[in-house]
């Protein structure tokens, strides 16, 4: 390799490092199932249905079970394969899945092979097998909400069962319910599916939900209190309304925006308290005692999630905060600078929807990932059904399990660096160490290029052979080195292609035929040439 060359790749090796050589697709996520450091790996190949792999050993074959085969101990280092035939090759950099890897692999070359499922990466010598990781998406377009039978999206109402389409409404912009005896579609109006009838509530007119006689806003959310009767969310507070006898009572205006429900308490005659939240606080109403209660005062939450009475989950714009109502000690700031529109929680797993993607918060680990998955996320399209996550986008629907979600938490851990101005320092500090690196090879060669007559590879060569056939029998690399005043790297680089390891054992052959041609028995051989008399019976 010229000098020149040398100082080019130290000079674009930093490079190489902090921009991969292809973009990775944000829907592609891998899992490590296979590690191993038994042997020097270099890279892996494929021919017919087999996978070799270039190792310090020779050419390996790999089988199902995890083991490895020689193959051919006489190709040592990289492989490449050309019409079917192994030969000794140079290996491909591919630096583009460097975020799976441990923190001491990542700044090291790799190369990578796809099979099926999987990719083959080798790093340092060692050999990662990672599984892809296919996620469970169906292009539905833009999906607005979610329930156990529905989907409801721009273009219509879906009926998750038989893919049909609702005849009406022909969007949503709402909430879809569920309950035991009617089924509510929350557009801007209001469309009620009971006993296989479907009736629809709206007055285009005044753009609002029609109920009687009475105007009751736009349409959000509905909680059951017991059948018949359902508490509405809309546009102008909450109602309370009766779908046999299409009644409605207010109950609480919207001063500070739409109510959003947060969760429900029941008891044998129904719902007994309901919790929710608008633009600015969060509050309780007892329905047996009429009482409305604040219990958070100037959060201004985004979006609230809650499994207890006593502590929430609460999503503003700056920050996704834990809040303990008995414990305030409790209380903090979970994530902070966060963007997004509405969360909820699946296992240990915070979830965080936005614009951008999708976000984790995990509750064991106390720690975060944002943005895991990339995607463009609706405001009220997430729902867990069956332990199951759906989350609909403006493109379709995801269906996740927790497991899933954990590996998405994981492999992003690994993948992220902190994007923040501490990079420039690193950056900055890595630039300082290669330009010493690079000032330091400069005078190394300096140095050796005064002790190292310039002579031609040829004329080097000889000295070589001369100074092993001094002492044929006790000369090693080391040696060498020594009478020519120079280091094994210089050594190696003045031979070319040529082997000084390789060159020792030629020069010993010779004189191990030309003994056995005059009948010179084996210890005299062995004495001869350095050889010990096991290895001389296999030559």
Request: proline share 2%; with cysteine; net charge negative.
């Amino acid at each position: 390799m010229s000098y020149i060359s040398f100082v080019w790749i130290i000079l674009i090796y930093p490079l190489l490092l902090i921009f991969p050589n292809s973009e990775i697709s944000q829907s592609e996520f891998y899992k490590l199932k296979y590690f191993n450091s038994e042997f020097y790996f270099y890279n892996t190949v494929k021919l017919d249905e087999n996978l070799l792999f270039g190792t310090s050993l020779g050419v390996l074959r790999f089988n199902d079970n995890n083991t490895f085969i020689l193959q051919n101990e006489d190709i040592i280092g990289p492989i490449g394969l050309n019409h079917g035939e192994i030969y000794k090759a140079y290996r491909s950099i591919n630096n583009s899945f460097n975020y799976l890897l441990p923190e001491n692999y990542k700044y090291s070359l790799s190369t990578i092979l796809f099979d099926g499922e999987y990719l083959y990466l080798i790093n340092s010598g060692d050999l990662f097998i990672f599984e892809k990781l296919t996620l469970n998406f169906k292009s539905t377009g833009s999906v607005r909400s979610i329930s156990e039978n529905y989907i409801g999206t721009y273009e219509g109402i879906i009926n998750r069962e038989n893919d049909s389409l609702l005849k009406f409404p022909t969007y949503t912009s709402g909430y879809i319910r569920e309950f035991k005896n009617a089924t509510f579609i929350l557009w801007d109006g209001l469309s009620v599916i009971n006993q296989g009838n479907q009736k629809n509530y709206y007055d285009y007119t005044n753009e609002s939900i029609l109920l009687g006689d009475q105007l009751i806003g736009v349409g959000h959310d509905v909680v059951e209190i017991r059948h018949p009767k359902y508490l509405v969310s809309t546009s102008r507070g909450l109602f309370e309304i009766d779908i046999d006898l299409e009644k409605s009572t207010q109950i609480l205006d919207a001063e500070e925006g739409t109510f959003s429900f947060i969760r429900t308490e029941r008891n044998i005659f129904g719902l007994e308290i309901v919790y929710f939240y608008d633009s600015r606080n969060i509050y309780q109403y007892n329905m047996v005692t009429g009482e409305k209660s604040t219990i958070a005062i100037d959060i201004y939450p985004l979006s609230v999630f809650s499994e207890s009475s006593s502590t929430y989950y609460i999503l503003t714009k700056e920050s996704l905060l834990y809040k303990h109502l008995k414990e305030p000690k409790l209380n903090q700031i979970l994530i902070d600078n966060i963007n997004g529109h509405s969360i909820g929680k699946l296992g240990d797993l915070i979830y965080i929807l936005s614009d951008e993607g999708l976000s984790l918060y995990h509750l064991a680990k106390s720690g975060s990932q944002l943005n895991v998955l990339k995607n463009e996320f609706n405001r009220l399209a997430h729902k867990v059904i069956d332990d199951k996550l759906y989350l609909g986008g403006v493109s379709g629907i995801y269906v996740m399990d927790y497991l899933t979600l954990e590996q998405l938490y994981d492999n992003n851990r690994e993948n992220n660096l902190k994007k923040d101005s501490s990079n420039l320092w690193w950056y900055l500090s890595l630039l300082v160490v290669f330009i010493f690196g690079l000032w330091t090879i400069w005078w190394q060669r300096r140095m050796i290029e005064s002790k190292l007559p310039n002579v031609e590879i040829k004329s080097f060569y000889d000295t070589v052979v001369n100074i092993i056939n001094e002492d044929i029998a006790n000369t090693d690399i080391n040696t060498i080195c020594k009478r020519l005043n120079i280091s094994t790297a210089a050594l190696y680089e003045q031979l070319g292609e040529v082997k000084p390891g390789k060159l020792i054992r030629r020069e010993r052959i010779k004189i191990v035929r030309s003994m056995r041609k005059t009948n010179a028995s084996d210890h005299e051989i062995a004495k001869a040439t350095g050889f010990s008399i096991s290895y001389l019976k296999k030559i």
